[in-house]
């Protein structure tokens, strides 16, 4: 990992703030981040339980690009918006794979041809709001056009087979209809263009599947070590069995099963479980749509298990499931949380368990998230 000062063009020019830590080198940023979670949590892991950070490549480590479109359909820039709301182009941002600027500048050739005027956020005029890339690791890729309004849809399907030819390597394609004048990336209603609906997303040995909508790990590299972390420690616990609650597409469940745990996921998106089924094959693993902050319906999903594998949103776990594992009698609790802050306030009313080991993983460099993962045993037996 690189001691040397980060530079990016962007941020030296002040049109891109959101990599706050730059030019601090990586080495630095990962110390800095490992005090501050430990400080964080100082109250619940023990020192003695943290384990070397889990660093990342400095640059190339996203996913998933999504893209504000402005200028002009003639000249379209690809990236965000500034103060003033006119478009600023991040087409070079280094966070994403080199591979993807030639796919950039076709997309920027797609809005032109197929003459998408940008949205402007002031005059609220225009269709085109956002192109959302996602890229596996095998190199595959999912666009996501995210609309205003119907009426471009003509022109997108009139262009979209040119843009196929040019990028044999986009499988799958939706279009979102976003008429709201809102601060979010997409609207509800999305409208397959491509036979393939998910895109394969292979992640150490198992390959997930994807789908338009929905939470990815966006550091492909980062998230594969943290699933193979968890499930050693899953498999370390002597567990059978194992619930994964808000389990998205099911990256802990299916890395559990694949080591052979028999693993049910419980997740609120009925879109995200129909792609974790569809990546299940053969693995024994199930999942569920439900509500994983209510222990009744996660009892209802996944009876009695041995271990629990929790990965919340920032917000947390709800105070009733905190309350419930707090009396569970599992072998062992893995949480997995991109926010210590909630992770403190929900380890703290775990009474009856006890922090093993704690790893951090730097699932986004140069910002001051950080992505904790922590093992719990009974207190009883670890004392
Ligand atoms: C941080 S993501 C984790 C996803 C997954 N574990 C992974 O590694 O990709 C949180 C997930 O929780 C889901 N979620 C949010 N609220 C939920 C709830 N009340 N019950 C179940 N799942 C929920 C979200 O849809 C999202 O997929």
Redesign the pocket.
Do not use: L, T
């Given at each position: 990992m690189s001691a040397l000062p980060l530079h990016c063009p962007h941020h030296e020019a002040g049109r891109c703030g959101s990599c706050t830590l730059l030019p601090t080198p990586l080495t630095t940023q990962l110390a800095r981040k490992q005090e501050a979670v430990a400080a964080r949590l100082a109250d619940h892991v023990p020192s003695v339980a943290w384990q070397p950070p889990r660093g990342s490549a400095p640059w190339g480590f996203r996913n998933k690009a999504k893209l504000v479109v402005g200028g002009t359909a003639a000249e379209p820039t690809l990236g965000i918006r500034d103060e003033q709301g006119r478009g600023v182009d991040l087409r070079t941002c280094g966070l994403y794979p080199p591979d993807l600027l030639p796919v950039f500048d076709r997309l920027a050739r797609f809005v032109t041809r197929a003459a998408l005027p940008p949205y402007d956020l002031a005059r609220r005029r225009g269709e085109l709001k956002h192109l959302v890339l996602t890229r596996s690791a095998a190199s595959e890729l999912m666009l996501r056009i995210v609309l205003r309004s119907e009426a471009p849809l003509p022109r997108v399907e009139e262009h979209l087979p040119g843009l196929l030819a040019d990028l044999p390597r986009l499988r799958v394609v939706s279009a979102n209809l976003h008429p709201a004048h809102a601060a979010v990336l997409a609207g509800p209603t999305e409208i397959p263009l491509t036979e393939a609906t998910l895109l394969g997303m292979p992640m150490g040995p198992v390959t997930l599947r994807l789908g338009p909508d929905?939470?990815?790990?966006t550091n492909t590299e980062v998230a594969e070590a943290l699933y193979a972390r968890a499930t050693g420690w899953l498999m370390e616990s002597g567990a059978r069995t194992v619930a994964d609650l808000?389990?998205?597409?099911g990256?802990?469940a299916l890395h559990a099963a694949h080591a052979g745990l028999e693993a049910v996921g419980?997740?609120?998106?009925a879109d995200?479980v129909r792609a974790a089924e569809s990546a299940a094959g053969d693995l024994p693993a199930r999942f569920v749509c439900a509500?994983?902050?209510d222990p009744a319906s996660v009892t209802a999903a996944a009876g009695e298990v041995d271990a629990v594998l929790v990965?919340?949103?920032r917000r947390g776990l709800g105070a009733d499931l905190v309350a419930a594992l707090a009396a569970g009698t599992q072998r062992t609790l893995v949480y997995s949380s991109?926010n210590p802050a909630t992770l403190a306030r929900d380890l703290a009313g775990l009474t009856g368990w006890r922090v093993t080991r704690a790893q951090l993983f730097d699932m986004f460099p140069h910002t001051e998230h950080a992505e904790v993962l922590v093992e719990l045993r009974p207190a009883r037996l670890s004392a």
């Open positions: 929905g939470f990815f790990q808000y389990c998205g597409v990256g802990f419980v997740e609120i998106s995200a509500d994983a902050a990965n919340p949103p991109c």
